[in-house]
């Protein structure tokens, strides 16, 4: 049987799809653990019942997203409209780190996973690294640049790689990291790529989007299996 893997959604108040607040995602993420042999399934934000989806899963995934974040999320704080989304995954990912439930984040969904490590973010990388590679400029089923893979970290046994081509598509990224995480993959300039937590079997944070590249035999493709194969023996 194909275990569940439960994705949290994005918000909007109004967009495209409807004038009223809506839930949003690219359907990328659900073909992608569909392809690695799980069964998606979307969750909600309703907060009170969040251990009752947990029960439910295998797995999570909390994807990539272009939302304002808490202000205190920051080495140096900004002040943002308020965004349910922040709320809803940093109390996920705080019941995953509790329950050991196997778990990838995503762009956004890493730079929380750093958050709730006790880590913090950069609102704006070329800010902080002038004349840094281009994290932003391309389109997300390109490849932008190279990162750096830790030799024995979670990543590098899933992919093989200890250098490994990505895409990139964000203007935030993790500072540093706390006690509960280590740096497992990073840019040529420096900007950390990929992190996972010490103490879990399989929490996983990335940068890049490995949902575009699902192709047999990929290192990104490998990441989404990885997922898989831990929810299949949690």
């Known amino acids: 049987m194909r275990p569940v893997i439960g994705i949290t959604l994005d918000w909007q108040?109004?967009?495209?799809?409807?004038?009223?607040?809506?839930?949003?995602?690219?359907?990328?993420?659900?073909?992608?653990?569909?392809?690695?042999?799980?069964?998606?399934?979307?969750?909600?934000?309703?907060?009170?019942?969040?251990?009752?989806?947990?029960d439910m899963v295998g797995g999570m995934i909390v994807p990539g997203g272009d939302y304002p974040t808490p202000a205190a999320w920051y080495v140096k704080p900004n002040e943002h409209p308020h965004h349910p989304r922040p709320d809803v995954d940093i109390a996920f990912i705080g019941k995953m780190m509790a329950r050991k439930t196997p778990l990838l984040g995503i762009c956004a969904g890493m730079q929380t996973l750093g958050v709730a490590s006790g880590g913090k973010l950069y609102l704006r990388v070329k800010d902080e690294h002038p004349g840094c590679t281009e994290h932003r400029g391309t389109e997300p089923t390109n490849y932008a640049h190279s990162v750096t893979v830790t030799e024995g970290s979670l990543l590098h046994k899933l992919t093989g790689q200890r250098e490994m081509q990505v895409n990139s598509h964000h203007n935030e990224a993790v500072a540093h990291v706390g006690p509960a995480a280590r740096?497992?993959?990073?840019?040529?300039?420096?900007?950390?790529?990929?992190?996972?937590?010490?103490?879990?079997?399989?929490?996983?944070?990335?940068?890049?989007?490995?949902?575009?590249?699902?192709?047999?035999?990929?290192?990104?493709?490998?990441?989404?299996?990885?997922?898989?194969?831990?929810?299949?023996?949690?």
């Open 13 to 54: 108040e109004h967009g495209s799809f409807s004038k009223r607040p809506h839930y949003a995602l690219r359907d990328s993420y659900f073909h992608a653990v569909y392809a690695a042999g799980g069964l998606p399934i979307a969750i909600p934000y309703q907060l009170e019942s969040q251990d009752a989806y947990l």
């Open 183 to 234: 740096v497992v993959a990073t840019a040529p300039d420096g900007v950390i790529e990929a992190i996972e937590l010490v103490n879990h079997p399989f929490a996983l944070g990335v940068q890049w989007h490995p949902e575009f590249f699902m192709h047999e035999g990929s290192p990104d493709r490998a990441l989404f299996e990885g997922l898989i194969a831990a929810a299949k023996s949690a």
